[in-house]
């Protein structure tokens, strides 16, 4: 079996600061890492993944999550936060890498970027 | 570009209707896709699984009756909601998978009145 916890369920940043969003994941398998972003009204984007190679990974539009076994984590994170990164966040976990497995999703956070 | 549409993005339809929702894979041939449905300031929860050319497979609690899937093509798979009711108002997704990603739909936001 395989689960995903967003520590946060919302988060709140001043444009330009840093921005760490939490996920702590549990798999029985080496597990494939997914972070996507979900705007309101809209669907699921791809950030970055995991998928067994380099544990430090670059996503899109500055984000970077790494992997880190021994803590059963992959928290995503931003150096300098934009207003258009506010949107709900969601950590997810594949318990096969490669294949057409299932999606556990975690509950997702939401960041919220203030001026 | 896209690589996963869906038609249509928004519906409304009176209880009891039939409803179909499409998606389509854009970018390459998919044998699997994947459907889900999300409530509002909820996660996305799995469906189904769709196969091409046989049988979905329902998720513990989903009522394979209710939630018709056919995956007749590598390009196409369609969830039918027969005979809606207002508790089947939902944001509905699907998922393709490939290059190992999975690559999500922009969603179909269903209203049943």
């Known amino acids: 079996a395989q689960s995903v916890t967003q520590l946060d369920s919302h988060v709140s940043v001043s444009e330009g600061t840093p921005v760490l969003l939490r996920c702590n994941y549990s798999?029985?398998?080496?597990?494939?890492l997914f972070w996507y972003v979900q705007h309101p009204n809209k669907g699921l984007q791809l950030l970055l993944k995991y998928t067994s190679a380099a544990t430090l990974v670059k996503g899109i539009n500055g984000f970077e999550a790494e992997f880190k076994k021994s803590e059963t984590s992959f928290h995503l994170t931003k150096p300098s936060a934009h207003m258009s990164d506010a949107a709900e966040y969601f950590c997810?976990?594949?318990?096969?890498?490669?294949?057409?497995?299932?999606?556990?999703f975690g509950t997702g956070t939401r960041l919220q970027v203030t001026l | 570009g896209a690589v996963v549409s869906q038609h249509p993005s928004r519906v409304i339809c009176k209880s009891g209707t039939s409803v179909k929702i499409e998606c389509r894979s854009l970018d390459f041939q998919a044998t699997t896709m994947f459907w889900y449905r999300q409530f509002p300031k909820q996660s996305l929860m799995l469906m189904a699984t769709?196969?091409?050319?046989?049988?979905?497979?329902?998720e513990q609690g989903v009522e394979k009756d209710k939630f018709l899937i056919n995956h007749a093509s590598l390009t196409l798979s369609t969830l039918t909601v027969t005979s809606a009711h207002p508790e089947d108002s939902s944001f509905y997704i699907c998922?393709?998978?490939?290059?190992?990603?999975?690559?999500f739909g922009p969603g179909t936001r269903l209203l049943v009145l």
């Open positions: 997810v976990v594949s318990d096969e890498a490669g294949t057409a497995s299932k999606l556990t």
């Open positions: 769709s196969n091409e050319g046989s049988k979905a497979t329902y």
């Open positions: 998922s393709v998978w490939g290059r190992e990603t999975q690559y």
């Open positions: 798999s029985s398998y080496s597990p494939s």
